[in-house]
């Protein structure tokens, strides 16, 4: 296998680059972009109305490298899914790799990622462990294959080809080490608003395809204030405020419902019955706990022995939250 730098058609990675006031750590990031060891065959930047300096350091960014560099700076606020979704559609490579505006990548990053699709021609996305790293950069002491308990066994079914199994339980995928094949595009676009850019994406590629997961970490995953999901909460108390703060958990039924949707609707692809049989019993998990009764230990008990809080949620973690902390059903 031979890889060469921008000029290879072979090597045609677009990089999606989301930006929102991210002047403190974007230069960094750009940098760690710029001197990969296979470079991008362009960066698409997508800026959600930053005020700061963020679009003057993307200017400077842009002057300095062989590689073209568009920038969209949108009219309003749209959000990070729908600003994903922007910069997913303005990409031409055959390749996509989504990036944060204040992580640092591995020089290898994307030779990996390429290696990757290349060793794996079936694999519709590929996706790294990430370092878990504070504001200047300093190591936590663990990775976010810890961080989300992407543990060896998980890795196994993973790649035994079970990875829709372990998606519907956890989100293991990170968007800022995904990239994916551009032909899927049409099966990906448009993004609903109901929840994650990278769930979505991970879980229909799941769907139809092989993905691919990568055991090095090939990002400092930066830990700070204004993260819009981070992984350095460890307690279960913790976790869950900081998600209720970020509005994380969104639109959970309707996420998993409209990604059943787009799966039934899309003849173009490979569509495994099991996996959508596996997404809809999601979202009948997923009902069953936001219409929970005030009194509720037997029916979480009982949903927990038929193993479904293990299958379809995070097991223990979420049925302890279930019992100690979701609001009762007002219907």
């Given at each position: ?19 929102f ?5 974007l ?11 296979v470079?991008p065959?362009e ?42 979704a ?37 694999a ?15 190591p936590?002491?663990?990775t ?25 339980s ?6 800022a080490t ?13 993004i ?9 994406i ?8 092989e ?12 830990q ?15 976790k ?29 692809y ?7 049989r ?32 293990h ?12 019992l ?8």
């Amino acid at each position: 296998m031979t890889l060469r730098g921008v000029d290879n058609a072979e090597v045609d990675v677009s990089v999606a680059l989301c930006t929102f006031h991210g002047e403190r750590f974007l230069a960094v990031q750009l940098e760690s972009i710029a001197t990969q060891t296979v470079l991008p065959a362009e960066v698409v930047v997508c800026d959600d109305g930053s005020t700061d300096g963020t679009v003057e350091i993307v200017a400077r960014f842009t002057a300095g490298v062989p590689f073209p560099v568009h920038l969209h700076v949108n009219p309003k606020n749209l959000g990070v899914t729908a600003n994903f979704a922007g910069a997913i559609a303005r990409c031409r490579g055959s390749i996509i790799a989504l990036a944060d505006q204040d992580d640092v990548w591995a020089p290898e990053k994307l030779e990996r990622l390429v290696a990757a699709f290349e060793d794996h021609p079936e694999a519709g996305a590929v996706f790294s462990d990430a370092e878990l790293v504070d504001e200047a950069l300093r190591p936590l002491g663990r990775t976010l294959f810890e961080a989300t308990r992407f543990t060896d066994g998980r890795r196994r079914r993973f790649a035994a080809g079970h990875a829709l199994d372990v998606l519907v339980s956890r989100p293991v995928v990170c968007g800022a080490t995904l990239a994916f094949r551009s032909s899927f595009r049409d099966l990906v676009l448009p993004i609903p608003a109901t929840g994650l850019h990278d769930v979505w994406i991970a879980g229909l590629l799941a769907s139809v395809s092989e993905v691919v997961a990568l055991p090095e970490p090939l990002v400092r995953y930066r830990q700070h204030g204004a993260n819009q999901v981070g992984a350095g909460a460890r307690g279960l108390r913790a976790k869950l405020a900081a998600r209720r703060r970020q509005g994380v958990f969104g639109d959970e039924v309707g996420h998993y419902r409209a990604m059943a949707e787009r799966l039934r609707q899309a003849p173009a692809y490979h569509v495994d019955p099991g996996g959508l049989r596996l997404l809809e019993r999601k979202v009948e998990h997923l009902q069953f706990r936001y219409g929970l009764p005030r009194h509720r230990v037997v029916a979480v008990l009982a949903e927990l022995l038929r193993g479904r809080y293990h299958r379809y949620s995070r097991g223990l973690e979420s049925a302890g939250y279930d019992l100690l902390f979701r609001r009762a059903s007002r219907t």
